[in-house]
Nanobody
Framework: QVQLMESGGGLVQAGGSLRLSCTPS????????MAWFRQAPGKDREFVAA???????????ESSDSVKGRFTISRVNAGNTVNLQMNSLKLEDTAVYYC?????????????????WGQGTQVTVSS
């Protein structure tokens, strides 16, 4: 079964930066929607950002209002890896971050819109 492998989480001070990466364990997700969600303790999993293929090695991106202007999602490795560059991190960004992928043509923001998930990587922002 395909697994999404995440890396790059850790502990960072407020105002700092981290970059998360996600690659499938097998197969190709070049044509798939790939996204990041996060889940803070006691809260529901929420959409962070996603990318969708719009042409040969070209991807559109969208993100939640809470991270817009601070987080950037991108595709590399011929579109088979999705990165999340997180800058100007805030205490409220502390959460487990999950990579997700969907074979659908429609970019969704709900957990149910995604078919594959990673195990999650912890991001902790300290003051």
């Amino acid at each position: 079964q395909v697994q999404l492998m995440e890396s790059g989480g850790g502990l960072v001070q407020a105002g700092g930066s981290l970059r998360l990466s996600c690659t499938p364990s097998e197969g190709t997700f070049t044509n798939s929607i790939m996204a990041w969600f996060r889940q803070a303790p006691g809260k529901d999993r929420e959409f962070v950002a996603a990318t969708r293929r719009i042409g040969h090695l070209r991807y559109s991106a969208e993100s939640s209002d809470s991270v817009k202007g601070r987080f950037t999602i991108s595709r590399v490795n011929a579109g088979n890896t999705v990165n999340l560059q997180m800058n100007s991190l805030k205490l409220e960004d502390t959460a487990v971050y999950y990579c997700a992928a969907s074979r659908s043509n429609e970019l969704g923001r709900r957990v149910a819109d995604y078919d594959y998930w990673g195990q999650g990587t912890q991001v902790t922002v300290s003051s």
